[in-house]
């Protein structure tokens, strides 16, 4: 082992000789995505752990001008939905040949110009955005060569002429308002007469789509408007301010809680600080269906977005946009629905 | 906009001469951990915003050698614990000027040597491995110039000469046996005589540690020897494990879980299918200390490691080792605490 790693390496010229192939089939072996016959990738691996060769993405970077980079800008790695969309990404970035770059935002969730500066300088070759608050001028200017791509929801227009001449924003759209349209019918046929809008963080789209839509929806059924109860999609503050909405209105006969971790902060309130049974005196419902949402303890009613879907949808945005740099703007659309379970009914 | 997307970006040389400053100062003014006036970093970064210069890390590593990059593998970056680990370290490295990338291994936690040929060609300064399973002479092997970082557990020796020989192998040892010596203290207190361990994943260093460290330290007060449990971790398993343990054996008075998710599977599986009281009926306690651990439904007491103090050791381990690449191993140790919460006592 030590006299390979004092030795000097092998080059990728080194191998294609011994192996007697050519250059790009050493190239296409470790490239996971690359298509190559099994026995032909197994040799070619098979000496380059022996003569010590490693491919460098750096050196090959400049050359192809690909860095198989891929940013992801994220405010917390940690929130469960967040945490499990970044890991089935992983996967599929990894399986196409790419590699997942994290980063994250301030703790108020901004993107300043020095961090959009900073991660242009990794050279990815698509930035993924999971923040809704920065102006896509702001990132076109600085992210160079990468395209953006930008999560959006219950948005099928193309960008204004004015906002977008020259620029690409290939998108994907979250069509939220399906899900939620079942939501309300169930909660509807329940006869809830006074329901809660359980708001997420105050510069999330996300939630003010939500909270429209909810209203929009309730209104189109004749139901009296939501009472909105503040939120910023944590645990915590869901708890307090459902303790604190039951302190001055305890009349509230369901919850529809912008994601499902508050939705969690809700029932455990609802449960062991109110002395209320969900559902039986408080219906509630979430929003991602993340995998704690069947947890027993919660058993959560909530609007899904399909993991799966959404990230086959964004691998597909990134790689035809490599392929096809200039190919117009494409939007992929993913629908929601609604998973039926113990917290309500 | 479009105009300075079209055109020609500047140059480190352009924004050095017209900020008369010297090339090094705009490199610094990149770096978020170099010191550099901030008023001199304010103005550089303007500048290189108005005419568009963007610092290429592919370029600037192939001459310093360095990447700022560190590698992460991990099995799972949805696992509430690996997901936490991952987000404080993100926060820490790029605030060091440093990106996390992220690969995940096999789904049977497998890394084979197609893997690590594929980190090891983006150039890492640092991998940092979470993994316990892969050997360390084919990780030095194919990793090259990048350092691993191991977790261990337990174990404050040196490596075996024969093993180690040449190689530098810098260590997190995290000291499990203390919060688990107040684990059994506090049990034996509650006069609990028949006590599960709950088990990790089979292929898990750390489960199996935590296994044997709690049997001696119930031989050590006399009590008799733990019930295992099989288990991987998750909370399903962990469910539907605490289910079958009690049809053929309802004496157990106490779950000990390696992890807390799995105790909230086990929690789970008592209140919910199972009628019984925690921690009236059975008592349960975690490992970890995840933030869902103090949420009320579990109220979990539960083996502290502090993700804080973790981190920083991880940190202060990856940059000892770029700025001292010959120095000896080092090891960081950290001691862990018991969480004492509602599903004991």
Redesign the interface.
């Known amino acids: 082992?030590?006299y390979?790693?004092n030795s000097q390496?092998a080059t990728a010229d080194d191998i294609a000789k011994i192996a007697n192939v050519s250059r790009v089939a050493v190239s296409r072996a470790?490239n996971?995505s690359a298509s190559i016959k099994p026995e032909k990738r197994a040799l070619i691996?098979k000496l380059?752990?022996e003569l010590?060769y490693?491919?460098?993405?750096?050196?090959?970077?400049?050359v192809t001008k690909r860095?198989?980079?891929v940013g992801v800008i994220v405010p917390?790695?940690?929130s469960?939905w967040e945490?499990?969309e970044?890991?089935?990404l992983?996967?599929s970035l990894?399986s196409e040949g790419f590699?997942?770059?994290?980063?994250?935002t301030r703790a108020d969730k901004q993107i300043d110009?020095?961090l959009l500066?900073?991660?242009?300088?990794?050279?990815p070759d698509s930035v993924i955005v999971f923040v809704e608050n920065v102006r896509r001028?702001t990132l076109?200017?600085?992210i160079?060569r990468a395209v953006p791509i930008y999560v959006e929801y219950d948005n099928q227009t193309p960008l204004a002429n004015d906002e977008g001449?020259?620029?690409l924003y290939d998108r994907l759209n979250i069509c939220q308002r399906q899900g939620m349209e079942q939501a309300v019918a169930l909660l509807h046929g329940f006869d809830c007469k006074r329901i809660a809008f359980l708001d997420g963080h105050p510069r999330s789209l996300a939630a003010r789509e939500r909270k429209r839509a909810l209203s929009q929806i309730m209104a189109g059924r004749g139901m009296a408007p939501p009472i909105i109860v503040p939120g910023d999609f944590t645990?915590d503050s869901a708890?307090a301010a459902i303790l604190s909405q039951f302190r001055v209105d305890n009349g509230v006969d369901a919850i529809f809680a912008a994601n499902d971790v508050s939705a969690?902060?809700a029932?455990?309130?609802l449960?062991?600080?109110l002395g209320l049974r969900v559902p039986k005196d408080v219906k509630v419902i979430g929003f991602d269906n993340i995998?704690?949402a069947k947890?027993?303890?919660?058993d959560l009613t909530t609007v899904k977005v399909d993991l799966r879907e959404r990230v086959d949808a964004l691998i597909r945005l990134i790689l035809r946009r490599l392929k096809t740099p200039d190919a117009p703007i494409l939007i992929e659309s993913l629908s929601t629905s609604l998973v039926v379970r113990g917290s309500v009914g």
Chains 1, 2 share one sequence.
Not at 54 to 62: D, G, I, K, T
Not at 295 to 298: E, L, M, N
């Open positions: 082992v030590d390979l790693r390496s470790f996971p691996l380059a752990q010590n490693v491919p460098n993405h750096a050196a090959r970077s400049l860095s198989h980079l917390d790695v940690c469960p945490s499990q970044i890991d089935a992983t996967t990894q590699a997942t770059l994290l980063f994250k110009p020095q500066s900073y991660i242009s300088g990794f050279n001028e076109a200017k600085v160079g001449a020259g620029m645990y708890h969690f902060g029932i455990d309130a449960r062991y600080s995998t704690q947890w027993r303890a919660y």
